[in-house]
C-alpha cells in the first residue's frame, strides 16, 4: 500500500509519536483525540512540542463551546434559547456563525445549512441509534431549516435563533475553523511548516521543511483499509472532505449517509461519494465540501461562485459511478494513484 498521509489511529489518550531533527528542523509528532476524532500533527521547529500542546488546549476549549451536546456551551446556549431572544456568545462561535452564513448564502442554502440539527438527530446517523425518521416527523421539522434563522448581533457578540425547536449543529464547520485557529497558533508561535491532520480536514502549513510541496492523499471513499485514489501536492493550503463513506449506516443494503439535504431533511444522494475541497481558509473549505448535497454540476458551480466572490479554491469531486472530476486549476495537479483501479480520472468535461 501506498504510504497515506493521514493514518487514523486509535487512541483515546494523548501521546506524542516521535520528536525528532530533519536536518537542522527539529520536528514533533502527536496523535491526540480531540473534537470527536483523531488529531495528528506532525510540525517543525524547535518549540515544536509546546506549540503542539497549545493547539490541543486551544481545541479542548473549542470543542467545549461549540459542540452541540457540551452543557453549558456556547451551542447549547442558543438552541436551548431558539424563539427566545438573544444570547451573548463567545465572539469566537459569532465569528463561526458569521463563516456559516458566508458559505449557506452562496447556494441560498440548499448545500450548507448549520439549520439542519432537529433533522440530523432525528436520523441519529453516528450515534448508536440510527433509523430513518417518519414522514410526519420529518414534515414537523424540515420547515425549521433555515440559515436565515441565525440571527448575529455581531457588535453586542449575540445571536439568537428565530423559532422554537430550531437548533444549529456546527458539526459542518467546526472541524474546518478550529484548523484555522491552529494554524494562528503555529504562526503566532514561529512554526513555518507542518502537516495537521483534524479527521479528515488537512492543513498544510508552509511546505515541507525542504521547501517541497505537501504530498495529500485523496481517499477511495471506498476502501475500508484507508486508500487513496490519487494524489496532490499543496503548500499552505487546507484539504477537506466531505464524504458519504465517513459516517453512515445501512438499512435494507441503502446507504444513509450524514449530509442532509436541507430541503428534504433526506440524507444526501447526489451521485457523489465525496467532495474535496482545496483553499486558504480551512473554515470556508469545510462549508464549502457541502456541494456534495448538490451533486457534480451544481457542485462545481457552487465552487465557481465561490472563486468569483472569495478568490482561489480547487475541488476534487468523486461520482458513485467512480469518476473523478477536478476544477481547471488542479488538472496539472492531481494524480491519479488507485490501487483499486476501479476509478476513471475525468480531465475533460
Ligand atoms: P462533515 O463531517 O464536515 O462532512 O460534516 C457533516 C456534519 O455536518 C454532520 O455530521 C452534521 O452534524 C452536519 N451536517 C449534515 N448535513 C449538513 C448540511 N447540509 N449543512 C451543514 N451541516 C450539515
Ligand atoms: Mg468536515
Known amino acids: 500500500m501506498k504510504k497515506i498521509i493521514y493514518v487514523l489511529l486509535i487512541l483515546t ?18 496523535d491526540d483525540f480531540a473534537l470527536g476524532t483523531i488529531i495528528s500533527q506532525e510540525i517543525f ?65 440548499a448545500a450548507f445549512d448549520i439549520t439542519v440539527a ?35 448581533d455581531e457588535i453586542n457578540n449575540k445571536a439568537s ?15 474546518g475553523y478550529a484548523g484555522d485557529i491552529l494554524r494562528e497558533i503555529y504562526q503566532k508561535n514561529g512554526i513555518k511548516s507542518g502537516l495537521i491532520n483534524l479527521g479528515g480536514n488537512v492543513i498544510a502549513l508552509g511546505s515541507k521543511p525542504d521547501g517541497g510541496a505537501w504530498s495529500i492523499g485523496i481517499q477511495n471513499p471506498r476502501s475500508e483499509t ?23 449506516f445501512e438499512k435494507d443494503g441503502k446507504r ?13 444522494e447526489s451521485g457523489l461519494m465525496s467532495v474535496t475541497i482545496i483553499t486558504s481558509s480551512s473554515t470556508d473549505a469545510d462549508g464549502l ?15 465557481k461562485k465561490y472563486i468569483q466572490l472569495y478568490g482561489q479554491a480547487e475541488a476534487i469531486f468523486i461520482t458513485t459511478d467512480k469518476k473523478i472530476y477536478v476544477t ?3 488538472q496539472g495537479n492531481f494524480q491519479l494513484e488507485d490501487e483499486s483501479h476501479e476509478y476513471t480520472y475525468i480531465k475533460e468535461r
Open 256 to 268: 444513509y449517509c450524514h449530509i442532509i439535504d436541507p430541503h428534504t431533511g433526506y440524507p444526501a
Open 118 to 152: 432537529p433533522v440530523v438527530k432525528a436520523w441519529g446517523i453516528g450515534t448508536d441509534n440510527p433509523q430513518i425518521p417518519s414522514k410526519e416527523t420529518l414534515d414537523k421539522l424540515v420547515p425549521l431549516i433555515n440559515y436565515r434563522d441565525v440571527q448575529i
Open 13 to 30: 489518550v494523548s501521546i506524542s509519536l516521535t520528536s525528532c531533527s530533519i536536518g537542522k528542523e527539529k520536528s514533533f509528532k502527536s
Open 289 to 303: 465540501a457541502k456541494a456534495f448535497v448538490l451533486g457534480l454540476d451544481k457542485g462545481m458551480e457552487l465552487v
Open 161 to 175: 435563533l428565530a423559532k422554537t425547536g430550531q437548533m444549529i449543529d456546527l458539526g459542518g464547520i467546526a472541524k
Open 328 to 330: 481547471p486549476g488542479l
Open 45 to 109: 521547529g524547535e518549540n515544536a512540542q509546546q506549540v503542539s500542546d497549545e493547539a490541543i488546549a486551544k481545541l479542548k476549549y473549542l470543542e467545549d463551546l461549540m459542540t452541540i451536546n457540551a452543557p453549558g456551551g456556547d451551542i447549547n446556549k442558543l438552541n436551548e434559547n431558539a424563539g427566545k431572544g438573544y444570547v451573548e456568545l463567545n465572539p469566537e462561535t459569532i465569528s463561526v456563525l458569521k463563516s456559516a452564513r458566508k458559505i449557506s448564502d452562496l447556494s441560498a442554502g
Open 226 to 248: 484507508g486508500e487513496i485514489v490519487g494524489i496532490i501536492q499543496v503548500s499552505d493550503k487546507a484539504v477537506v472532505t466531505s464524504g458519504d463513506y465517513q459516517r453512515y
